[in-house]
């Protein structure tokens, strides 16, 4: 038996997807712990490209089980069509798709509100994607949000939604000016989600603890990366949840005794989308080159990501913050045409020298970065599945990066595909 838990070891974006893709086919269920429908996941098969947005990687395999746990936010509109996109496609969606009773819905005020508290802010915006995550994640902790079991009993769903509604008519209309919600179009509206819906809503935790009892085979996929972790992230520059590996036992109900491993990803440079600091952003002409050749977009926003080299000051924190047992390093092919690449080994602070990530949004936004040059290697890594045949300066790259964090790298990604991987360790 295996619980292995992939997080995002930076600001997200790390290529989480196409490594759950591959752990996929060892597994019995795969499990979303946090997140909403802001973050994508892009697999590629056989040329194929799937974007996913709330339903786990694992779905493109037959014969696996897949969750979406109480520690989602869930847009229903937007779940059932994800679901119809793929049964277009041909992939199979029906009894293998679990969703949460306890997990929250992504109300339509919910983007109302996100979209005004942004145009507020100005030019001090988060850079949100206006799609209703953090005031649907603000409601859950303020106890007014609207769960998913509600849609199952509409005499309740009614009477949360009035109570909802008064407050934040109100809100929305003398506030960010905007028109007010009204109670039976969205009543309506979100009891015909439920009838698409019912068939789909359980008990996760009790499905993935059974699983896990029987000595099942089960991955846990986050979205986005520590670096937006809401209490360990670049606050207030993160997202609302936490998608670090301790997400993953509140977000699906799985005690931390019956997690096995925990496998950072790590994109062999770092990118981040939106504001906030970013010590190791290239601003020149080789951040436009990482980005076209990376194609650094947003799946979700087609946003162009921040490109820059890789810090092992953000890299340090998410080791040991995860509690990381093993590295998927991603997206090296895309450093084959850098003639010197650098890595981040410090910080400068108004001359002293920080080793350590700094919990502090204003000193971090003046760090900067202390390199150490490396040499590249001037060769395509494109498709290779075998370690020895990286080209040398590619692999003391690895080594320096192994040395550097204390934890191996167990598999590296070198192209889109599936196949285009090399695995030094499983992971089941």
Same mark, same amino acid.
């Given at each position: 038996?295996?619980?292995?838990?992939?997080?995002?070891?930076?600001?997200?974006?790390?290529?989480?997807?196409?490594?759950?893709?591959?752990?996929?086919?060892?597994?019995?269920?795969?499990?979303?712990?946090?997140?909403?429908?802001?973050?994508?996941?892009?697999?590629?098969?056989?040329?194929?490209?799937?974007?996913?947005?709330?339903?786990?990687?694992?779905?493109?395999?037959?014969?696996?089980?897949?969750?979406?746990?109480?520690?989602?936010?869930?847009?229903?509109?937007?779940?059932?069509?994800?679901?119809?996109?793929?049964?277009?496609?041909?992939?199979?969606?029906?009894?293998?798709?679990?969703?949460?009773?306890?997990?929250?819905?992504?109300?339509?005020?919910?983007?109302?509100?996100?979209?005004?508290?942004?145009?507020?802010?100005?030019?001090?915006?988060?850079?949100?994607?206006?799609?209703?995550?953090?005031?649907?994640?603000?409601?859950?902790?303020?106890?007014?949000?609207?769960?998913?079991?509600?849609?199952?009993?509409?005499?309740?769903?009614?009477?949360?939604?009035?109570?909802?509604?008064?407050?934040?008519?109100?809100?929305?209309?003398?506030?960010?000016?905007?028109?007010?919600?009204?109670?039976?179009?969205?009543?309506?509206?979100?009891?015909?989600?439920?009838?698409?819906?019912?068939?789909?809503?359980?008990?996760?935790?009790?499905?993935?603890?059974?699983?896990?009892?029987?000595?099942?085979?089960?991955?846990?996929?986050?979205?986005?990366?520590?670096?937006?972790?809401?209490?360990?992230?670049?606050?207030?520059?993160?997202?609302?949840?936490?998608?670090? !590996?301790?997400?993953?036992?509140? =977000?699906? +109900?799985?005690? *931390? @005794?019956? #997690?096995?491993?925990? $496998? &950072?990803?790590?994109? !062999?440079?770092?990118?981040?989308? =939106?504001? +906030?600091?970013? *010590? @190791?952003? #290239?601003?020149?002409? $080789? &951040?436009?080159?990482?980005?076209?050749?990376?194609?650094?977009?947003?799946?979700?926003?087609?946003?162009?990501?921040?490109?820059?080299?890789?810090?092992?000051?953000?890299?340090?924190?998410?080791?040991?913050?995860?509690?990381?047992?093993?590295?998927?390093?991603?997206?090296?092919?895309?450093?084959?045409?850098?003639?010197?690449?650098?890595?981040?080994?410090?910080?400068?602070?108004?001359?002293?020298?920080?080793?350590?990530?700094?919990?502090?949004?204003?000193?971090?936004?003046?760090?900067?970065?202390?390199?150490?040059?490396?040499?590249?290697?001037?060769?395509?890594?494109?498709?290779?599945?075998?370690?020895?045949?990286?080209?040398?300066?590619?692999?003391?790259?690895?080594?320096?990066?192994?040395?550097?964090?204390?934890?191996?790298?167990?598999?590296?990604?070198?192209?889109?595909?599936?196949?285009?991987?090399?695995?030094?360790?499983?992971?089941?």
């Amino acid at each position: 038996m295996s619980s292995v838990i992939i997080v995002g070891s930076q600001w997200g974006d790390e290529g989480k997807g196409k490594i759950v893709d591959f752990l996929s086919e060892k597994a019995d269920a795969v499990a979303r712990y946090q997140g909403g429908h802001n973050a994508g996941h892009t697999v590629v098969i056989n040329d194929e490209k799937f974007i996913l947005h709330l339903i786990p990687s694992g779905i493109l395999y037959k014969g696996k089980i897949c969750l979406i746990g109480n520690g989602v936010v869930v847009d229903p509109a937007a779940l059932i069509e994800e679901i119809n996109g793929l049964r277009k496609r041909g992939v199979e969606v029906g009894k293998n798709l679990f969703l949460s009773k306890n997990a929250h819905l992504i109300m339509p005020y919910h983007m109302a509100i996100e979209k005004g508290k942004e145009r507020l802010r100005g030019i001090k915006m988060l850079g949100t994607t206006g799609r209703g995550i953090g005031p649907a994640y603000a409601d859950k902790t303020a106890r007014t949000g609207i769960r998913v079991a509600d849609l199952l009993q509409p005499q309740v769903f009614r009477e949360n939604l009035k109570a909802n509604l008064f407050d934040i008519n109100f809100l929305l209309e003398n506030l960010y000016k905007v028109s007010p919600f009204n109670i039976e179009d969205i009543y309506n509206e979100y009891m015909g989600y439920a009838e698409k819906l019912s068939g789909y809503i359980g008990d996760t935790d009790i499905i993935i603890n059974k699983m896990i009892s029987e000595n099942k085979n089960v991955l846990f996929e986050g979205a986005q990366g520590t670096l937006l972790d809401i209490d360990h992230g670049t606050y207030p520059y993160v997202t609302s949840s936490n998608p670090i !590996a301790g997400g993953a036992c509140t =977000g699906l +109900g799985v005690g *931390p @005794t019956k #997690i096995s491993k925990v $496998l &950072g990803v790590v994109k !062999a440079y770092t990118t981040r989308v =939106g504001s +906030g600091p970013f *010590p @190791t952003e #290239i601003t020149d002409s $080789l &951040g436009d080159k990482l980005r076209e050749r990376g194609g650094e977009y947003g799946a979700t926003t087609g946003r162009p990501r921040r490109c820059g080299w890789l810090d092992m000051v953000i890299l340090r924190h998410s080791a040991r913050i995860n509690g990381l047992t093993g590295i998927a390093l991603t997206k090296l092919d895309i450093l084959d045409a850098i003639d010197v690449i650098k890595i981040c080994t410090s910080y400068k602070y108004k001359g002293k020298t920080l080793e350590e990530f700094p919990k502090e949004i204003n000193i971090l936004e003046e760090c900067e970065p202390v390199y150490e040059e490396v040499n590249g290697w001037s060769t395509s890594t494109i498709g290779i599945k075998d370690f020895k045949r990286l080209p040398k300066a590619a692999k003391a790259y690895i080594k320096k990066i192994e040395k550097m964090l204390g934890v191996k790298v167990q598999i590296i990604s070198t192209g889109q595909r599936r196949d285009e991987l090399i695995q030094l360790k499983g992971q089941f």
